[in-house]
């Protein structure tokens, strides 16, 4: 068995550029086998062992001064089985090539984020989601994944077989292995029509429970320094399609989403009294439109501004108080914010490190403009969302620790102790684990 050369003293970073690690020697394993031996040295050697998918995590979850496992050599899927209705990814599969190879066979993720650049296995390790009435994050469509752990052993779990690392490991953080195969509940392919609008804060607010629940996808940004909000409704329909026109698709997309709000937030960086004007007109540059596509059409946008972000799941109850107490907030304070608050919602699953686990769940997040100063307003925010018992997402800056999570997940317990059993060495542990999972 041919097992890959590591590379060393090459420093990482993430996509946003906030989290650096350089690794002793990065590997890039081309099979489950090869896997397992990468991890069976890196014991051997007393090295720690972090795998990383395409970085768009905030947080140091994959960095490691140990061994850095890359995932473009396990890129293959395994299968798709329309009748079954599943499909079976290699971890280091990104989400852009399993949509367009599903929607060849006329199959379909039922719910995704906003991104495709992500790996399937960093996706659902750290709480990937996007927003649902009835469907929630891309972990909760998981059927069975495979986990190389800590002493070479390959496990193939799922609700018949090993279930308890099936239902903890679908959200790992990778504490408990290395996630090597993933595989997902698929549908048949089904058209969305999608209506995007603007509105203002205060009419979302007060029909946000209707909104929601007439809305199969609902979701909304604020503007600060304004009233304005986009709204975004996505529901199936039987079609035909009717795509979003090519030239109208890249300049709402690409030139006013991408380019020139890049410019503007470029300026408010550089003068931060002008973006409370910037932001009156950025709220107006997208008029309504509505469209009909596949799915992944529909849910994902491209996202090419770099930014920091921080975003806590509240219980959905608290959604509309907890924007308007950040909207009062905003209002009262000396904060400059060029990017727009999103506001998303899940159903309860019952995953333990799902930020959705046991309640109905609103995501409020927060961004600012890479190379902008954020700390005072990411606090700030913070401070709020854990008076709601806000549990931050696992990929998105926060800094709350054991302690803090263990209060507001009531089976936190029983996903650390899994990890106590898979890996007491704690091979996989890193800075970030420690703070979050306890030693």
């Not at 750290?126 to 495979?146: C, F, K, V």
């Amino acid at each position: 068995m041919a097992v890959s050369t590591g590379t060393a003293g090459k420093v990482w970073r993430n996509w946003a550029g906030n989290v650096t690690a350089r690794p002793v020697r990065t590997e890039t394993p081309a099979s489950v086998p090869e896997l397992a031996e990468v991890v069976r040295r890196a014991a051997a050697e007393g090295l720690t062992a972090k795998a990383v998918g395409s970085g768009h995590s905030f947080t140091p979850a994959a960095a490691t001064d140990g061994v850095l496992i890359r995932p473009e050599g396990l890129a293959a899927i395994r299968s798709v089985d329309p009748v079954a209705g599943t499909v079976t990814a290699e971890a280091g599969v990104r989400l852009s090539r399993l949509n367009a190879v599903l929607a060849e066979r006329g199959l379909s993720l039922t719910n995704m984020g906003d991104i495709m650049e992500q790996t399937v296995a960093g996706a659902t390790g750290t709480g990937t989601h996007g927003t649902g009435r009835d469907s929630g994050s891309i972990a909760a469509q998981i059927t069975a994944l495979e986990l190389v752990t800590a002493d070479g052993s390959v496990l193939t779990c799922s609700a018949a077989e090993n279930p308890e690392v099936f239902t903890a490991g679908r959200i790992g953080l990778g504490a408990l292995g290395v996630v090597s195969a993933v595989t997902f509940a698929v549908e048949p392919v089904f058209l969305l029509t999608a209506r995007e609008e603007p509105m203002p804060l205060d009419r979302v607010l007060a029909d946000f429970d209707r909104l929601t629940t007439e809305n199969e996808h609902f979701e909304f940004y604020w503007f600060p320094h304004t009233a304005n909000c986009t709204t975004k409704r996505n529901n199936r329909a039987p079609g035909p399609a009717a795509p979003v026109p090519a030239v109208r698709g890249w300049i709402d997309d690409e030139l006013l989403s991408n380019g020139v709000f890049r410019a503007a937030c470029e300026v408010g960086r550089a003068v931060p009294a002008a973006i409370p004007g910037i932001a009156r007109v950025s709220s107006r540059a997208l008029g309504a439109r509505t469209y009909t596509d596949i799915p992944y059409k529909v849910f994902t946008s491209p996202r090419r501004v770099r930014f920091m972000e921080m975003e806590y799941a509240v219980p959905r109850e608290a959604a509309v108080d907890a924007v308007r107490e950040l909207r009062a907030m905003v209002e009262r304070s000396d904060f400059r914010i060029s990017f727009p608050v999103e506001v998303r919602v899940v159903p309860a699953d019952d995953i333990p490190l799902s930020t959705a686990c046991g309640r109905d769940t609103a995501y409020i997040a927060v961004h600012m403009f890479r190379g902008s100063r954020y700390q005072e307003y990411f606090a700030a925010v913070e401070k709020m969302m854990i008076g709601l018992g806000g549990r931050p997402h696992w990929g998105k800056m926060h800094t709350r620790d054991a302690d803090y999570l263990g209060s507001v997940y009531p089976r936190f317990e029983e996903f650390t102790r899994l990890r106590e059993r898979l890996d007491p060495g704690r091979l996989f542990g890193n800075d970030y684990l420690r703070r979050v999972l306890g030693s």
